[in-house]
């Protein structure tokens, strides 16, 4: 099944090369066995160079639909640290079109900060709009309008939504799985399956592609989506609603079930204070793996998963659990006032 070049993408679903493909499968030995696992981790934060993380595999397909539909600018929004607008940028940057990024900001009168990601939307020649947290909740709104702003004035627009999460951006998290499915067939990790599937959740795109692949290439039995702001039901609809779009687009896809104890499975439990904020306990693990690993996790997302394998840890004691490291450095060096250093 896996020997289908490109499946399940329809023949002649356009997809640009953006990543650097396939990301290692690697042990970080002595973490795992602080953790009592076998821990094994996708190294998807090495897609690329300053655009690497996971939205890249989403934008491969996302923005081959822009080219194919003549776009000359692209629209997408995310927080004002978001990794999904500065890989955007960099990408578009890549491909020669422009990009506007709408993020969201307390205060968007204060000027806009020279660290992170905003240096390299910046950068990118990205166009910056501010937005409020109140505007941000209508943001599917806001894009269309943008989007026809650009296209009365002889632009060709193509919006991406919120990290790239539908079910079109979903399918290169399914192509990630089935790359897992030929790295253990190549021997990787022992060749066996796993038992486990966790990363961090932000937008439910990844979780709905990463189900979806699972199950299809037989990669893990279950998937744990480690929510880094909304809580589990708000995430499940959401990811629901992906994986439904991503099975239109890609009928072979099996159907997968969402909720607790299900083969995709939201974790509420490491979201800490807020969106971007991460606990006391939490900074401290992005250390210490950082010091039994030489992994370099972030505060807004991948610390927040790894810090929900350590509260599972006994739970999930021996088994086989792939973490999918996801990105995020750029938001752990706009946070290094955070880390008690
Ligand atoms: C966006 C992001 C995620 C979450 O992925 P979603 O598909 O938005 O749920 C996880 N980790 C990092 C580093 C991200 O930038």
Redesign the pocket.
Known sequence: MSSLPGFPLAAGTPRVRLAHLPTPLVRPARLAEQLGLDLWVKRDDTTGGAEA???LR?LELLLADALRRKADVVVTCGGLQS??ARATALACASLGLQSVLLLRTADPSAPLPRAGNVVLDRLAGAEVRLITPEQYRERDRLLAEVASELRASGLEPYVVPE???NGLGALGYVLAMAEVRRQLELGLAGGRRFDLVV?????????AGTVLGARAFDVADRVL?VA?CDDAPTFEARIGAIVAEARTLAPSLPEVTVGRGAELEVDQGSRGPAYAVATPEQLARITLVARLSGLVL?P???GK?MSALFERAAELRGKRVLFVH???LP?LLAQGDALAL
């Open positions: 993380g996971n939205k989403k990794n999904h990290g790239g999460s990363h961090a959740c932000g937008s439910g795109g990844t979780a989506a880094v972030d807004v997302y991948t998963a996801t990105g995020g938001g």
